[in-house]
């Protein structure tokens, strides 16, 4: 029988097999590579999503045979280095996914190679320390603390140490420290009767995120308010760790795990209560729907998880379907430019932010759907940063309008994403915008 060209079918995704010994195996990993590569060097077509695919097909271009077999084994790890795992080309690009039988998943081999350089201990202590996010996070939350840290990062000398000891580029953006984190700021409004709709549970169970926590607790509590004026009842997460994504994305799979046995007790409890428990972050929403699920896939605690979990504009929308959310609007947004982040999309839920944001009368909504470079702590290293700022570009010209069009916000699910747009648009001498989280925005619809 011939092999049918590209996927009629949906695709599918197997498990994470990251506790069999194999999955450690150097030269297992190298056979694997090495047939993946040649499926995507035989196609190319991801060749535009990211710096991974350019590196390799410029590695088999320049070898001796002009084919993989020509590549030194010892260069793949160029290739790994370039993907930060955003699944864009698995989701939307390669007709070789599951269940086509090349069986080609590019990003879970890409982090099984990076959960192999892990456990042979060749991180960087600076990759160490970025995706502890926790730790980071004990300069939030103490004024004086706080307010030091962000004044000395502002200066050209502590960017130019930090890019010396930590390999963090002087030129990237960097989050500031809140005064005052989000869970200890948030407090609750008068309570409300529970309405549950037919496609939602009338009560939400907030995880706030380390970014929201640590770093723009403003955008949690623009959350809360969002729920109070739609009269939904809400609750924090009782206990909260980092997500795990950070780790993840370094290939420290027990780290992750160690998060997921911190998280998973206090939100099956929520699950368990008919809480929709919502997280402003796409990362994080990610991990609990879909990575950890294919980490540990014979876990019911962690299916009941992802099964209650939402991203917030997600809830929204199902909310508007059960006719009980609000669109009580006192104030139009005008023309908003709106970047879709790659876990958005991933999610495999739709444009649910833009539609919310359509509902606004007076409201036209740009949106952007690719990449824009940063991938949490990827797109601020000394090696990467340009090449994210690269990758970027053409996110930052769409974001901007034309001259007889211009935005009147630019807006990201993802904020970090938001901020290196920010960031590229004004490198790129176009139009200097105002950029607001989507939950801010709408707020601002509503008046509140």
């Known amino acids: 029988m011939a092999m049918r060209e590209g996927n009629l079918e949906a695709p599918t995704r197997h498990p994470l097999d990251w506790k069999n010994p194999e999955f450690y195996d150097q ?49 793949y790890s160029k290739v790994v280095d370039q993907c930060y795992l ?13 269940p086509h039988p090349w069986n080609l ?61 930590l390999g963090v580029d002087a030129n990237a953006w960097v989050p500031e420290y809140a005064s005052t984190k989000f869970r200890s700021g948030a407090k609750k409004g008068a309570e409300p009767a529970i309405t549950n709709g037919a496609r939602t549970p009338g009560k939400v169970a907030v995880f706030s995120t380390c970014y929201i926590n640590y770093n723009e607790p403003g955008i949690g509590h623009d959350l809360v308010a969002l729920l109070e004026h739609n009269g939904i009842a809400w609750t924090l997460a009782e206990k909260e760790a980092c997500c795990g994504m950070p780790k993840l994305e370094l290939g420290d799979l027990k780290a992750v795990e160690a998060l997921k046995n911190r998280n998973i007790p206090p939100l099956l409890k929520l699950a368990r209560a008919g809480y929709a428990i919502v997280t402003p972050i796409p990362s ?53 430019s709106y970047h879709i982040p790659c876990h958005s999309r991933v999610q495999n839920v739709g444009r649910k932010t833009a539609e919310m944001l ?37 996110v930052f010209k769409a974001m901007a309008g034309t001259a007889d ?20 648009m004004r490198e790129n001498d176009l139009a200097q915008i105002r950029m607001e989280h989507p939950l801010s925005l709408l707020r601002i619809a509503y008046g509140i």
């Open 105 to 165: 998943d590019f990003p879970h081999l890409m982090l099984r190679a990076k959960a192999v350089k892990h456990e042979q201990g060749l991180n960087r202590i600076r990759d160490l320390v970025l995706s502890s996010t926790d730790s980071l996070g004990m300069f939030a939350g103490i004024p004086i603390v706080t307010q030091t840290v962000n004044a000395v990062n502002k200066t050209r000398l502590a960017r130019e140490v930090m890019e010396m000891t």
């Open 86 to 98: 955003c699944d864009v080309c698995y989701v939307a690009k390669c007709p070789y996914v599951p």
């Open 27 to 75: 030269e297992a990993l190298f056979h694997e590579m090495e047939r993946v590569f040649d499926i995507c060097h035989g196609c190319r077509r991801c060749v535009s999503l990211c710096g991974a695919f350019p590196t390799l097909f410029d590695l088999v271009d320049a070898s001796a045979t002009m084919e993989v077999d020509g590549v030194a084994k010892e260069d």
């Open 358 to 394: 359509q509902l606004v009368p007076g409201t036209t909504v740009n949106a952007v759907e690719r990449c824009s470079g940063h991938s949490g702590t990827w797109g601020v290293k000394k090696e990467f940063h340009q090449t994210a700022m690269k990758i970027g570009k053409p």
């Open 405 to 424: 069009a211009r935005p009147d916000f630019i807006s990201s699910d993802c904020q970090l994403a938001g901020h290196h747009i920010e960031q590229g």
């Open 284 to 336: 994080c929403t990610l991990m609990f729907k879909q990575e950890l699920p294919l980490m540990f896939p014979h876990d019911a605690d962690v299916k009941a998880v992802a099964a209650a979990m939402f991203d917030p504009f997600e809830y929204f929308i199902l909310r508007n379907r059960d006719g009980l959310l609000k669109t009580d609007f006192k104030k139009p947004l005008g023309n908003v």
